[in-house]
């Protein structure tokens, strides 16, 4: 039941290194975390199985299950998801009910994240197994509009949902909060007529965009949510943002991918977070700090200039 932390790594790389010392330091401090070195090119077949494509790569087991994965030489983060976790395994039973109804709660966010969710294996462009290449094909053709999750990047989701919707497989196909069904179910509803009309026509990305964009007077498009910044960039912006007092909503970019590139193009900046009042595009973080050390933020938040 104690939590693993797997490192792959690989002996030409000099940031495993790096990160082999802060493995080594947090293994003396928590002295009932495994922590397991393994050099991903000589174990190819594991590394294909848990998609290991860079070096250094974590990720972190729970009672045989991958719970969690982090990317990269960032030692700060891998600290803190070894913390998050220790703590999370010693909590009391009670907790972990709390827990649970955490996770129905976003799940229930997640499916009503838009009127057609798919729940599937990578992404619409690049689906990383055939039935979800297949499902995406049948609502490509029929011209449907919908938002995607991809189950790998998060086992929590992946597992929880199975339980929540009792349905065992993916892909996940979900209509105004209510599953369909998987691509057995989507193929009978296209051969029978009716896919076309319980799914809602795709709205042109544009006009989706600029939805999102006036969703709200200050529009936040980020990594993660207010709660949990999922980078860097995002959680610095986050601070500077609440300390404002200037009330703001968020969009979590990792969960739509269309969203993620379409906005890149549409407003011509290629990073992320993007900020925008009114409709209209402020900048990034570095544009954000200027104007906060210019004193210029509090009017540009309230549409004064």
Known sequence: RSLVVVHFWAPWAPQCAQMNEVMAALAKEHTQVTFVKLEAEAVPEVSEKYGISSVPTFLFFKNLQKVDRLDGAHAPELTKKVQRHVSSSSISAGTNDSAKEDLNVRLKKLINAAPCMLFMKGSPKEPRCGFSKQ??????????????????????????????????????FYVAGELIGGLDIVKELEASGELDTICPKAQKLEDRLKALINKAPVMLFMKGSKQVAKCGFSKQII????NTGIDYETFDILEDEEVRQGLKKYSNWPTYPQLYVKGELVGGLDIIKELKENGELLPVLKGEN
């Open 135 to 172: 499902i995406v094909e049948i609502l490509n053709k029929h011209g449907i509009s919908f938002s995607s999750f991809d189950i790998f990047s998060d086992e929590e989701v992946r597992q929880g949902l199975k339980t929540y919707s009792n349905w065992p497989t993916y892909p996940q």
């Open 239 to 242: 601070e500077i943002m609440n």
